[in-house]
């Protein structure tokens, strides 16, 4: 089951992915989480000056709940 965690989101109003706020640096924790086979996108990509962010692109389109589950799941280790 999946724990609770002070990591924050908005459910969007549409589009094929979240940003979800780890309230930690991403950039490593996203390097990490490839290498668990779970992709994700760090803020740090998508930022002009190239600084680390706190926020995670989650992509959800084309996953199954379970594979959804799983891969947060890992997220949440990750952030332990």
């Known amino acids: ?5 002070s990591m924050e989101f908005q459910v969007p109003d549409g589009g094929m992915a979240l940003w ?4 930690k640096p ?4 996203a390097s990490l ?23 995670l692109r989650l992509g959800f389109a084309n996953q199954r709940p379970s ?4 891969g947060l799941e890992l ?3 990750r952030l332990e």
């Open 1 to 5: 089951a999946l724990k609770k965690s």
């Open 20 to 23: 979800l706020n780890t309230g």
């Open 26 to 29: 991403t950039a490593r924790l």
């Open 33 to 55: 989480l490839e290498k668990d086979g779970v992709l994700v996108l760090p803020e740090k990509n998508l930022r002009l000056d190239g600084r680390d962010g706190t926020h």
């Open 67 to 70: 594979e959804l589950r799983d």
């Open 75 to 77: 997220l949440l280790k």
